[in-house]
């Protein structure tokens, strides 16, 4: 059973920063690419980065360029989200998702996702 498990989300003021985590067990984690979604209330879930298998190409939404970076660490079998310049509009539910094909190249699509994690609630207020 594949488990991701997300960390970090929070109450933030506009301007600062947070850094979203997620662990991955039941697989193994360097084979596959992974990413980032948000689902804010009322609207669907939407891309905001991802990164491939061995970490060489990293991909982003245009609202997340510039101000998020993702980043993996195989080691450590995570992945995480360094928001910076956060703005009352990035506020969200924040989940973590793993590909269902190992090796893949390119972002990620939910068509793409094998497992999403739980979520974790990240809050900008102005």
């Known amino acids: 059973q594949v ?12 301007g600062g920063s947070l850094r979203l985590s997620c662990l991955v067990s039941g697989r193994v984690f360097s084979r ?13 879930r939407e891309f905001v980065a991802s990164i491939t298998w061995e970490g060489s190409n990293t991909y982003y939404s245009d609202f ?3 101000r ?6 195989n080691d450590k079998s995570t992945v ?8 009352p509009e990035d506020t969200a539910l924040y989940y973590c998702a793993s590909a269902t ?3 893949s190249s390119g972002r990620l699509y939910p068509d ?5 994690g739980q979520g974790t609630q990240v809050t900008v207020s102005s």
Do not use: C, H
């Open 112 to 116: 793409d996702i094998r497992s999403w």
């Open 32 to 44: 596959y690419s992974m990413g980032w979604f948000r689902q804010a209330p009322g609207k669907e």
């Open 68 to 73: 998020f970076t993702i980043s993996r660490d």
């Open 80 to 87: 995480y989200l360094q928001m910076n310049t956060l703005k």
């Open 101 to 103: 094909t190992p090796y």
């Open 64 to 66: 997340a360029e510039g």
């Open 3 to 14: 488990l991701l498990v997300e960390s970090g989300g929070g109450l933030v003021q506009a």
